[in-house]
């Protein structure tokens, strides 16, 4: 749509267009010294300007030519479409990013849905595109006066967000991004799709696990309803998507969520961001297992087994483990004690099961080594040499004192060996703290 020649006119200017659309610098730089005037010309039907040709078919050198010649960015064909519009389409992320260095309006709205280049990226699916046009719309003063908020989640004619399209196109990378820059999780639909629909309710339509998966640990609502009072795990059913009604079932349980409210999470660094949002799903992985384990959507087994990941714990050394669940290496810093413990351990730490429904809010965790409030997390720190070999005379010397202690009472024995027991217990993966009714916070 949009980047055809469906052209008649005199042949010079067909000529141009295809030469537009090929790539053919040489041939545009010729026909534009023969005839200047050419610019100011589209096709015939689609009211294609040369811009929209080169931007819909990613010819970033033709598309620069006539930016340089001041061809305005925002040329509207039939439809008010721009090139950038098209760009997004297609998925032309070089064309996206020089149309938007150019000054392209980000803002602009179609007259075939109400949609703009946000909207584009994110119904074809094109994640970078759609990261390109958010980080634009950080720093561009059409933006400064809508608010960023608003722009991410702005309305097509039907009332769909960017993030219903992507839901329901089965797009969950983007629902990803769109979700982690600000995207409201349960907003509904006007006329899209069946009014009233949150994203939940389309992706549990289109039934895309990873969609549903994505929404679930973004805090979307198992129970809200659309105009017809079907909750999304009714929509899954009636459209036969096994995995996604299981997930979606009321009675299954509930997700851990991600804590975005705390202020501390937002504030983090790209690298442990990374780590927590991979444990946390995760732990969600987990919960799945055993929602579908004997159902014909059993998800398949981990890659390895319990007993090759204590083997390669082993060989790390017992320094490295997390002293919370003594199974997974400590990749998380607490930020002023310097505590660390593994990224499994701080999301069941700091994440939720659901929302608080009146407050919204979470109380913010604590150190659970030296009860300080926290108020940053990093990626630890790998430990020297020098550090490594104190922790091992340090272990060495606890080693010893154990031994001797256990050597004259059998019930200090005993303690040890149940405490060593229930590290283990703890330790089987987050998805066994999770389920916890005493590790959560309850709605």
Known sequence: ??????????????????????GDADAVGSALRWDPDVLDRTTVYDRLSALHIAAANGRLEVLSMLLDRAVHPDLLNRHKQTPLMLAAMHGKIACVQKLLQAGANILMFDSLHGRTCLHYAAYYGHSDCLQAILSAANSTPVTDSWGFARFVNVRDGNGATPLHLAAR????????????NGSLV?????????????????????????????????GADRLQRDSSGRIPFVVAQKR???????????????????P?????????????????????????????????????????????????????MSEEGDSDLCCICFDQACTIEVQGCG??????????????????????CLAAPVCPFCRSNIAQLVVAKAKTREESDKDSIS??????????????????????????????????????IADRSDMVDKP
């Open 1 to 22: 749509m949009g980047q055809g020649l469906s052209c008649v006119g005199p042949s010079r200017e067909v000529d141009f267009f295809r030469a537009a659309q090929s």
């Open 169 to 180: 196109q089965r797009r969950p990378q983007c629902v990803h991004i769109l979700l982690d």
């Open 186 to 218: 349960s907003a509904s639909t006007g006329g899209y799709g069946c009014p009233g629909s949150t994203p939940l309710h389309l992706a549990a339509h289109g039934g895309c696990l990873d969609c549903v998966r994505e929404l679930l640990a973004w």
């Open 240 to 258: 036969k998507h096994g995995a996604c009604a299981a997930l979606l079932n009321p009675s299954s349980a509930e997700p851990l969520v991600w």
């Open 260 to 312: 975005s409210p705390l202020k501390f999470i937002s504030e983090l660094n790209p690298e442990a961001k990374a780590l927590l949002e991979t444990a946390l799903m995760d732990a969600n992985r987990e919960r799945e297992r055993k929602i579908l384990k004997g159902t014909a959507y059993s998800l398949p087994s981990p890659e390895h087994s319990d007993d090759e990941i204590d083997d390669h």
């Open 339 to 360: 505590h660390q413990m593994c990224a499994h351990c701080t999301v069941a730490l700091c994440c939720h099961n659901k929302p608080n429904p009146v407050s919204l």
């Open 395 to 432: 272990k060495m010397r606890k080693s010893r004192m154990s031994r001797n202690l256990s050597e004259g009472s059998s019930s200090f024995k005993g303690l040890s060996s149940a405490m060593g027991s229930l590290g283990k217990m703890a330790g089987r993966g987050l998805g066994k």
